[in-house]
């Protein structure tokens, strides 16, 4: 079936601190990509997303390229701030079952 | 305003009590949700509805009843509560069933079982 994959956490950075998390995935056919983001005590907000192969999604300065080749879509920042403190989901969507399969989510703690 | 409101924010219970969680979602969406997030984080669907009509019905033990009364709302009941069922709820809403829709979440039920 379809999975998703992500590095494991948690993550500590400092600030500005360039910021990778990995998501590989395991899917037929050619599925949706979403980083979805939950801030402590609230529910998840789309981050952003890419809907085919060699697609960069983009927002608030998080960038994250589609990869057919290698089945990835990492995570990545220039400079984190303390706000970006967060659990990080990668998701896709399986058309076929008509739902997001989630990551196990990554743990972000930036320090000032 | 807020998009998708659930109803209670904490709910702390004894075992074997019968309880239920509410979503409402003012988007004017077609299809709602419910996931289950573990202490680890962990993020699983339980149920989904497209205009009312039930579309995902994941394993989940029969305790749990979905209600979908109009589009705009998604109810959960959960009977004979078990330790295990302690977990945060969330409601989802999106604006149809398609791949490039993105669920749009409230902010969670913390429910614990004494």
């Known amino acids: 079936g379809n999975s998703v994959t992500q590095m494991e956490g948690p993550v500590t950075l400092s600030e500005e601190a360039f910021l990778t998390i990995n998501c590989t995935y395991t899917?037929?056919?050619?599925?949706?990509l979403f980083w979805y983001v939950q801030y402590p005590g609230e529910g998840l907000q789309l981050l952003l997303k890419a809907t085919k192969a060699d697609d960069k999604g983009s927002n608030k300065g998080f960038e994250a390229t589609y990869r057919k080749e290698t089945t990835s879509f990492h995570l990545e920042k220039g400079s984190v701030q303390v706000s970006d403190s967060a659990v990080y989901f990668c998701?896709?969507?399986?058309?076929?079952?008509?739902?997001?399969?989630f990551g196990e989510g990554t743990q972000l703690t930036v320090n000032p | 305003d807020t998009a998708v409101s659930q109803t209670p924010k904490y709910l702390v219970t004894q075992m074997g009590n019968d309880k239920s969680i509410k979503c409402e979602q003012n988007l004017g969406h077609d299809t709602m949700y419910w996931y289950k997030q573990d202490s680890k984080k962990f993020l699983k669907i339980m149920f989904s509805?497209?205009?009312?009509?039930?579309?995902i019905n994941e394993t989940v033990p029969n305790r749990f009843s979905p209600k979908s009364p109009d589009k705009a709302h998604l109810n959960l009941h959960i009977n004979s509560l078990e330790l295990g069922d302690s977990a945060v709820y969330f409601c989802?809403?999106?604006?149809?069933?398609?791949?490039?829709?993105?669920?749009?979440f409230g902010d969670g039920t913390r429910l614990s079982i004494l």
């Open positions: 899917a037929t056919g050619y599925p949706s």
């Open positions: 509805y497209n205009n009312k009509e039930l579309i």
């Open positions: 998701a896709l969507w399986e058309t076929s079952g008509s739902r997001l399969t």
């Open positions: 989802a809403s999106s604006p149809g069933t398609g791949g490039n829709q993105p669920q749009h």
